[in-house]
């Protein structure tokens, strides 16, 4: 049997941008539901953060969560594990979007689950928080499933690219199982049998370059196949006017960073910014260091993601506290601004 899994769709995202949601509908429109349809695939499972806000939705975004994605899941076998983005409190699975919203349309799992889906004992494990950990622990070890699906905190694995979770739960809780698939963490990550899907499209700069898309899991087997998502939300572009340069195409509606590496004619430089703003850009931002110089041993490079900027400078800093400890402390602050977690 086929099964999608997606997750870590976060509908609402960037503030409820029409922008962004716009681009994820593209996905769902072309990509997501004609790949099913086309396949004969008739089984959904979302691994959890369906919304992005936990405490509330904007109504415009709602109205096309349920016109675009919703109703066209209901025509699938479909089962919602609840992710950590889902639920109001931080220390109950009770309150969340999905039957607060939707009722009892879809199976929403709250709580530890084994279930059999076409013939494969498969352990559904929704966001663990204070009140439900240890009944979740004890079903994991009790369940005799071999698969297991969740949305899950794991330590030692990337929550995006180059940041990795120091304070998570112990892999070694699921290693009796042969396959296990996880949304919470938006880059695709494995480690032996554990593996974290990641979300299926770009929602900050972190996710530039980084493949998005979603997987079909194969019971026969427990193989994974990843279909990736073409369009992208987010382009780097380097400009020096010293080589020959092609004007990239296709970047209405995207967010630009412009990295200049060699300007040698300004007049040159204003044109091609000026046609960038001609071609419809959401958001341009201009990397220029050219016109500045820096101590030896004190460059930063602005071409960076914020993380990178941040470790790169505790690192550069003489200061006399603990530099692991201090850089844990912003990798939490910083996902957790990106997250809209209070």
């Given at each position: 049997?086929?099964?999608?899994?997606?997750?870590?769709?976060?509908?609402?995202a960037r503030?409820?941008?029409?922008?962004?949601?716009?681009?994820?509908?593209?996905?769902?429109?072309?990509?997501?539901?004609?790949?099913?349809?086309?396949?004969?695939?008739?089984?959904?499972?979302?691994?959890?953060?369906?919304?992005?806000?936990?405490?509330?939705?904007?109504y415009n975004?709602?109205?096309?969560?349920?016109?675009?994605?919703?109703?066209k899941?209901?025509?699938?076998d479909?089962?919602f594990?609840?992710?950590?983005?889902?639920?109001?409190?931080?220390n109950?699975?009770?309150?969340?979007?999905?039957?607060?919203?939707?009722?009892d349309s879809?199976?929403?799992y709250?709580?530890?689950?084994?279930?059999?889906?076409?013939?494969?004992?498969?352990?559904?494990v929704?966001?663990?928080?204070?009140?439900?950990?240890?009944?979740?622990v004890?079903?994991?070890?009790?369940?005799?499933?071999?698969?297991?699906?969740?949305?899950?905190?794991?330590?030692?694995?990337?929550?995006m690219?180059?940041?990795?979770?120091?304070?998570?739960?112990?892999m070694?809780l699921?290693?009796?199982?042969?396959l296990?698939?996880?949304?919470?963490?938006?880059t695709?990550?494995?480690?032996?049998?554990?593996?974290?899907?990641?979300?299926?499209?770009?929602?900050?700069?972190?996710?530039?370059?980084?493949?998005?898309?979603?997987h079909?899991?194969?019971?026969?087997?427990?193989?994974?196949?990843?279909?990736?998502?073409?369009?992208n939300?987010?382009?780097?572009?380097?400009?020096?006017?010293?080589?020959?340069?092609?004007?990239?195409?296709?970047?209405k509606d995207?967010?630009?960073?412009?990295?200049?590496v060699?300007?040698?004619?300004?007049?040159?430089?204003?044109?091609?910014?000026?046609?960038?703003?001609?071609?419809?850009?959401?958001?341009?931002?201009?990397?220029?260091?050219?016109d500045?110089?820096?101590?030896e041993?004190?460059?930063?490079d602005?071409?960076?993601?914020?993380?990178?900027?941040?470790?790169?400078?505790?690192d550069?800093?003489?200061?006399?506290?603990?530099?692991?400890?201090?850089?844990?402390?912003?990798?939490?602050l910083?996902?957790?601004?990106?997250?809209?977690?209070?």
């Open positions: 049997m086929k099964i999608a899994l997606i997750t870590d769709t976060h509908f609402g503030g409820d941008s029409l922008l962004f949601h716009e681009y994820f509908m593209r996905f769902y429109d072309e990509v997501f539901f004609p790949y099913l349809e086309e396949n004969n695939i008739d089984t959904i499972i979302h691994l959890g953060d369906v919304t992005d806000r936990r405490k509330f939705i904007n975004i709602l109205d096309g969560l349920k016109s675009g994605f919703i109703e899941m209901k025509k699938y479909t089962y594990i609840i992710g950590n983005h889902d639920v109001y409190y931080k109950t699975n009770r309150i969340n979007s999905m039957e607060q919203l939707f009722g879809f199976k929403t709250t709580e530890a689950t084994t279930l059999n889906i076409g013939g494969t004992d498969i352990c559904f929704p966001w663990i928080n204070s009140e439900n950990q240890t009944d979740t004890k079903h994991i070890k009790k369940s005799k499933a071999k698969v297991a699906l969740g949305h899950l905190e794991l330590n030692g694995f990337e929550m690219r180059g940041i990795k979770c120091e304070g998570g739960m112990d070694k699921f290693e009796k199982f042969d296990v698939c996880s949304g919470h963490f938006h695709k990550s494995s480690q032996g049998a554990i593996h974290y899907l990641g979300s299926p499209y770009e929602m900050f700069w972190n996710d530039c370059n980084d493949t998005k898309g979603f079909i899991l194969d019971t026969d087997d427990n193989g994974l196949n990843f279909i990736t998502n073409p369009f939300m987010f382009r780097k572009i380097w400009y020096d006017d010293s080589k020959s340069m092609i004007y990239p195409e296709d970047l995207k967010y630009v960073k412009l990295i200049v060699n300007k040698l004619d300004q007049l040159k430089f204003d044109i091609f910014i000026d046609d960038l703003y001609k071609s419809g850009v959401a958001d341009l931002s201009i990397v220029d260091d050219t500045f110089e820096f101590e041993n004190g460059d930063i602005t071409t960076e993601d914020t993380m990178s900027l941040l470790t790169n400078y505790i550069n800093y003489e200061i006399d506290v603990d530099k692991n400890k201090l850089k844990h402390i912003m990798r939490d910083y996902v957790s601004a990106l997250r809209g977690e209070t």
